[in-house]
């Protein structure tokens, strides 16, 4: 991910994901409520147990005797009567509890993960330049993934502690406030050991949150390139390499492990005074007569019950605090500002005749020399513009800023006379067709990758778009045809085939304004013939920009204009341009083997 800038202090990230998930309070409130009711009845076996003794002990005289039920077998009976009642409600509402917490762990992650890929996929390319796809990877499954644990358990647990401890606290000082205050004892300082943990732990898990974003980017990076590792016999640097990602994660989850791992040890050694503190000065006044040998039994029941559970406090906080870090990660990208924004003027690419105007368009990437001053350039509607150059003259930056990938810092792109700033974005990319040097497939079918985009296209129109790119007779020959499945990326099938059916895509969706940008520098002769034909049949009323180092590949348009240093230095038609002996001229005599000695 890039650097994280300096900005107003945040509040904590359980009140930030609070705010973000407002619509599920209700639920949230009902899961509480059955957790409480829950514990609430858990804790009932240890008073019915104390009243077990006291029937015993004192028989008519017992507390449930003062009720009403004076025979001894009959008030066990009662006895025996309120416990099935009591275990059939915990059972009842423990359910509730489970059933309601994790189906809302699981709808909460499903949300923010749906929530965080819509919103990257509305962030601008630059975005995409800073970061790294396996950090962004991270936080839409791992980080989501650390929150989904949290609310699966360890949401319940803290609530059911902190009810267990208001509970019995009540409980302890109506029955025996004076043996109250030593089973309180270590509740102070469980509590501040609790926040101080929390404190310390917290920058500790957002180091490890960013070490497997880290993590995660080189795996990612290594697997998309693993043909180019496997060629130059890098396999065991590659392993050494995430080798150190790996050490660098393992390290700082040690970091947060030695300190985690310390909490519940301490902890239990300031329960343990607590429970002897009760179990002895208690028992002393149960021999003295000052308390109720009932009583006695419920209080010491109690101790354990209310002490012990504070022992996987250490394990919950663990679990919350790394919740918490991953927390931030997504709430931090979901808050990333989106900074190209669709205008609200609609445009109907039916109604759109496809003039295109840069006027006085400046445009730099960050950090780096402007690429365009000034620039001036019209596309009349239903030409064909060819656009050559060298490396970095600007010419896929013309696409970058037509497409809003990105917006000029001065200067403004008009198409049929309206400023694309003001368009909607996604009527804007839907008059536009891209077929790019790099040809993307989709895992899938053929036909799924021809349509997409087209979702609703019929069968005919798809198979129609596969001929005019010239695409049909090798997909006829595939083993399933229009279903046989591509692989990732189109592994399966040849650069060639895969820009042909990129070019059918673009086709079916039947553009006003269509653009190639390189799409022949990766493909053989036969294939560049092939597509030149498929160029021919799609020019047909609609806008071409057609970008190529191949100057074959744009010879036919009805103008070509030579970039340099982000400048318009030569436009014409080809034979104009041949005529003019300047830089096309030298261009073409080196592609096409004249006079190559002289340019050498």
């Not at 514990?39 to 028989?59: R, T």
């Not at 790294?132 to 499954?141: E, H, P, R, W």
């Amino acid at each position: 991910m890039g650097e994280q800038q300096v900005g107003p202090k945040r509040s904590h990230p359980l009140l930030r994901l609070l705010a973000h998930g407002r619509a599920h309070r209700r639920r949230l409130r009902l899961a509480a409520g059955c957790s409480v009711l829950n514990k609430l009845f858990d804790l009932a076996p240890p008073a019915l147990i104390g009243a077990a003794i006291d029937v015993v002990v004192q028989q008519q005289d017992s507390l449930i005797a003062r009720l009403g039920v004076t025979d001894v077998i009959d008030q066990l009976v009662v006895l025996a009567v309120v416990t099935v009642i009591i275990w059939a409600l915990e059972s009842i509402f423990e359910y509730l509890q489970q059933w309601l917490w994790r189906n809302l762990a699981q709808t909460i992650q499903h949300e923010l993960r749906l929530d965080a890929y819509a919103h990257i996929q509305n962030l601008e390319m630059a975005y995409f330049h800073e970061s790294s796809t396996g950090g962004l990877m991270a936080i839409l499954n791992d980080d989501i993934n650390q929150l989904e644990r949290f609310l699966d358990s360890g949401a319940d647990d803290l609530i059911q502690v902190s009810a267990t401890a208001i509970v019995i606290s009540t409980t302890f000082f109506v029955l025996a406030p004076g043996v109250a205050w030593m089973a309180m004892l270590p509740i102070p300082v469980i509590v501040w050991g609790s926040f101080r943990f929390q404190r310390l732990l917290a920058p500790r898990y957002a180091v490890v949150r960013e070490r497997v974003g880290s993590l995660n980017g080189q795996l990612a990076n290594n697997l998309s390139g693993i043909a180019t590792i496997k060629s130059f016999a890098t396999e065991a640097y590659e392993v050494e390499r995430v080798g150190e990602q790996s050490e660098a994660y393992r390290a700082s989850n040690k970091h947060a492990i030695a300190l985690s791992s310390a909490f519940s040890p301490l902890i239990r050694m300031a329960i343990v005074v607590g429970f002897t503190a009760t179990l002895v000065y208690g028992g002393y006044l149960a021999i003295e007569g000052e308390l109720a040998v009932g009583t006695y039994s419920v209080l010491v029941f109690l101790t354990q019950r209310l002490l012990w559970p504070l022992t996987r406090l250490g394990q919950t906080f663990d679990l919350f605090q790394r919740a918490m870090a991953s927390t931030n990660r997504v709430l931090d990208l979901l808050e990333t500002p989106v900074r190209i924004l669709g205008g609200e003027q609609r445009l109907d690419p039916k109604d759109v005749k496809g003039e295109i105007r840069f006027e006085a368009v400046s445009f730099n990437y960050a950090g780096r020399d402007p690429v365009l001053e000034g620039f001036d350039l019209t596309v009349e509607a239903g030409s064909s513009i060819g656009i050559v150059g060298a490396t970095g003259s600007g010419k896929t930056t013309l696409i970058n800023l037509l497409l809003r990938f990105f917006d000029p810092q001065q200067g403004k792109i008009t198409i049929d006379g309206a400023d694309i700033a003001h368009v909607a974005l996604e009527d804007l990319r839907r008059t536009i067709g891209l077929v790019s040097q790099q040809a993307y497939l989709f895992s899938g079918s053929v036909r799924a990758n021809i349509v997409y985009g087209s979702f609703d296209a019929a069968d005919e129109a798809m198979i129609s778009a596969a001929k005019t790119a010239d695409a049909h007779p090798f997909i006829a020959k595939l083993p399933e045809g229009y279903d046989t499945l591509v692989g990732e990326r189109g592994e399966t099938l040849s650069g060639g085939q895969k820009q042909r059916i990129s070019i059918a895509r673009a086709v079916l969706k039947d553009p006003p304004i269509l653009i190639l940008d390189e799409a022949t520098s990766a493909v053989d002769n036969e294939t560049e013939a092939a597509i030149q034909r498929s160029l021919e049949r799609i020019a047909h009323s609609r806008t071409m920009i057609i970008i190529a180092h191949r100057l074959s590949t744009v010879r036919n348009c009805d103008r070509i204009i030579v970039l340099e240093a982000g400048r318009i230095i030569e436009s014409g038609r080809h034979e104009e341009l041949l005529a003019a002996n300047g830089l096309y001229a030298r261009l073409w005599h080196v592609q096409t083997g004249r006079h190559v000695d002289e340019f050498a």
